[in-house]
């Protein structure tokens, strides 16, 4: 996850651009005029949708994106490029046609659940003029940018010359293309890296029925042979995601609440793509794409997904490797002001940990009994040996730092070097400190930026001095 962190893509995204207009209220009668609910409208929002939530997805993973897309002469269109611009997304590549209609989808959700939708579009195939300056704004960056998107939304952006001239393009400057499909005959994207179709999309361009792996395989493979790709790819809603380039491979996700399937698709091109770009292999990067789906699908609308919020849902399924869980003092500042956000309760807590024993083991986990997320601070070598002398630490702080991240109590690590934890602790504000039994009566530093101070017993006999005492006397116990 670091190396995602420290690299920022440049991708480009090719294809049907939208706004997803979303008008939210709540539902207490039955129309007199027809057996029809009657919405009151509370608030509207708008995002982008189409290609434009494979944006708004790459953008909040850390990617720079190009857009290359048409557009219509008309206000939704005006809106559109605003969107586009506040994300930070260049728009060089955004070809106006006069008198085309910008697609805007209009989704009424009363109580959380939709329960209409209205559209205003047009679909037929853009102009010759729009298509000729779309696969020449391709060439020309095309080999600034280190991974290509064609998202296919049947809109009349990505025609056969179209998907043929950007895959062209793109091979040219040894760039993949990932393409998230429409329609039934997919030859017209032959020669991309790979395509990010559903089970029922990929069996009706197949024409298996896919059942088992069985047919799973026959269809990754047809795929792959008859549009001549380099992987080939089949996205299994609930049941993860299968690859097959020269064998096989299924990748299970677990997603703890589904609220919306909205854009899911979009979010996995959008993951995959990115951690392609960043050096991952397709067996590194399928996994990260099915966690990032996992995490979207538990959100109302077509939505996006943070680095930050693939890390935790990473560590809730106890997937994640200790190094994720180990973070900076500027790091944890902004992952507790998230969690703040979204209403959890942070727990602190701070010490040595030179040599870990059941002690500790048993004080971490009460720690962490008390809220949702514990966070340790964790004494850097020089700052042990200012508290215990020039033999400690046992351990060195890297050690010692990854141990502690790989307990399941556990959520985050960050050193500090100073002889106490004054201003890691202000900065953190956490909602609960906690300190060893010993502190009874006791002043505690930073308690007063906490909103709570609790007291954890130790283990009679359980300390890292006694383990020491007990090694150098060659005893066990």
Not at 36 to 64: H, K, M, W
Not at 351 to 372: M, T
Not at 416 to 435: N, R
Request: charged letters at 25%.
């Amino acid at each position: 996850m670091n190396c995602l962190k420290e690299t920022q893509p440049h991708i480009l995204v090719i294809g049907d651009l939208m706004i997803d207009h979303y008008l939210w209220g709540g539902c207490e009668r039955i129309s007199p005029e027809a057996p029809v609910q009657v919405v009151d409208i509370a608030r509207e929002t708008t995002v982008l949708g189409g290609a434009g939530n494979v944006i708004n997805n790459l953008v909040a993973l850390g990617a720079r994106v190009s857009v290359a897309g048409v557009i219509g002469d008309d206000d939704n269109g005006i809106e559109l490029k605003e969107m586009l611009l506040s994300l930070g997304a260049s728009c060089e590549g955004l070809i106006i046609q006069a008198g085309r209609k910008t697609s805007k989808k209009s989704r009424i959700i009363a109580s959380n659940q939709q329960i209409l939708r209205y559209d205003k579009e047009s679909k037929e195939p853009i102009g010759q003029v729009s298509a000729d300056k779309l696969i020449d704004y391709v060439s020309q960056i095309v080999d600034g940018c280190d991974m290509v998107i064609l998202s296919d939304y049947g809109k009349g952006v990505i025609s056969d010359a179209i998907a043929q001239g950007v895959i062209a393009h793109a091979k040219a400057k040894g760039k993949k293309v990932l393409v998230d499909p429409k329609g039934k005959d997919y030859r017209k994207y032959s020669g991309a890296y790979l395509l990010t179709p559903n089970k029922k999309e990929a069996s009706e361009a197949t024409g298996i029925i896919i059942k088992d792996d069985t047919s799973l395989r026959e269809a990754l493979l047809l795929l792959k042979e008859t549009c001549d790709l380099q992987c080939s790819m089949i996205t299994l809603s609930e049941d993860g995601i299968a690859i097959y380039d020269d064998a096989m491979r299924r990748y299970p996700t677990v997603a703890k609440e589904v609220f919306d399937v909205t854009g899911a698709g979009d979010t996995v091109i959008a993951s995959l793509s990115f951690a392609l770009s960043c050096g991952l292999s397709i067996d590194e990067a399928a996994p990260f794409a099915n966690h990032a789906a996992a995490v979207v699908v538990g959100k109302i609308g077509s939505a996006t997904v943070t680095l930050d919020e693939i890390e935790a849902y990473e560590s809730s399924l106890h997937q994640s490797s200790s190094d994720t869980h180990i973070k900076s003092q500027e790091e944890i500042a902004a992952i507790v002001q998230r969690l703040k956000r979204e209403g959890k309760r942070v727990v602190f807590t701070n010490g040595c940990f030179d040599i870990l024993h059941v002690g500790h083991v048993k004080y971490l986990q009460e720690a962490k009994s008390y809220g949702d997320v514990l966070i340790v601070g964790l004494n850097s070598d020089s700052s042990v040996r200012e508290l215990k002398g020039p033999t400690r630490p046992v351990n060195l702080q890297e050690d010692r730092a990854y141990i502690l991240a790989a307990l399941e109590s556990v959520d985050y690590v960050v050193m500090f070097s100073d002889e106490t934890p004054y201003e890691l602790i202000k900065s953190i504000a956490p909602d609960i400190l906690v300190k060893g039994g010993d502190y009874e009566g006791k002043t505690v530093v930073g308690a007063e930026f906490s909103g709570e101070l609790r007291l954890v017993q130790f283990v009679d006999g359980k300390s890292t001095t006694a383990t020491i005492s007990r090694i150098n006397k060659g005893t066990t116990c």
